[in-house]
Structure formats: structure tokens, C-alpha cells
Nanobody
Framework: QVQLVESGGGLVQAGGSLRLSCAASGSILSRYVMNWYRQAPGKQRELVATISSGGSTNYADSVKGRFTISRDNAKNTAYLQMNSLKPEDTAIYYC??????????WGQGTQVTVSS
């Protein structure tokens, strides 16, 4: 059973930074495509960033140049470094891992609140 546990959320002022972590257990993270999603109140969940098993990355236009997704396979952990945060980045952030056979796993989410 794969488990993903996010951490690192919190309250930060606009312009500040946070680093989210997603620790995996029960499987080898390096074999997975890892994604970070977010869901703001009253809005649909949106894909923020993706990193492939080979290390290729993609970002939503709204976070390009501010957010960086990475992975440390030795620690079985994925990260989302968020800089220059804006109030509109306020959301619950979810870690998602997709296996080679398209099985999707989700973390429980971590709240990020950016004050103006």
C-alpha cells in the first residue's frame, strides 16, 4: 500500500516562500510520475507541477518562474519550492503519484495560506 504524506504548509505573507514535501512509503518513488495539485475554496482542483521519473518538469502558467518541483529518490520524497507567493496561491496542496500502470495515489493535503 502506497502512502503519501505532505508537510510544509502554513501561513506566509505575500512575497514569501514555502517548501512543501511529499514523503512516500510502500513503494519506490523514483518509478512514479509525481504531481502537485491545489484546490482553492470554491474552485476545481488544478495541476500545478509535474516531474517525470526521468526528471522532466512542467508547470502551470500561473506558477512558472516561481515554483520548482523536484525529487530526492534516495529519500523517497518529492518537493515543491514556492517563491514569490501571492494571495491567489492560497489553497490546499495535494501530492499525487502515478505508477507505471496508471494507478494514482494521493496525499491528505496541506494548507497554504498567503496573506496580503
Amino acid at each position: 500500500q502506497v502512502q503519501l504524506v505532505e508537510s510544509g504548509g502554513g501561513l506566509v505573507q505575500a512575497g514569501g516562500s514555502l517548501r512543501l514535501s511529499c514523503a512516500a512509503s510502500g513503494s519506490i518513488l523514483s518509478r512514479y510520475v509525481m504531481n502537485w495539485y491545489r484546490q482553492a475554496p470554491g474552485k476545481q482542483r488544478e495541476l500545478v507541477a509535474t516531474i517525470s521519473s526521468g526528471g522532466s518538469t512542467n508547470y502551470a502558467d500561473s506558477v512558472k518562474g516561481r515554483f520548482t518541483i523536484s525529487r530526492d529518490n534516495a529519500k523517497n520524497t518529492a518537493y515543491l519550492q514556492m517563491n514569490s507567493l501571492k494571495p491567489e496561491d492560497t489553497a490546499i496542496y495535494y501530492c499525487n503519484g502515478v505508477s507505471w500502470n496508471s494507478i494514482s495515489y494521493w496525499g491528505q493535503g496541506t494548507q497554504v495560506t498567503v496573506s496580503s
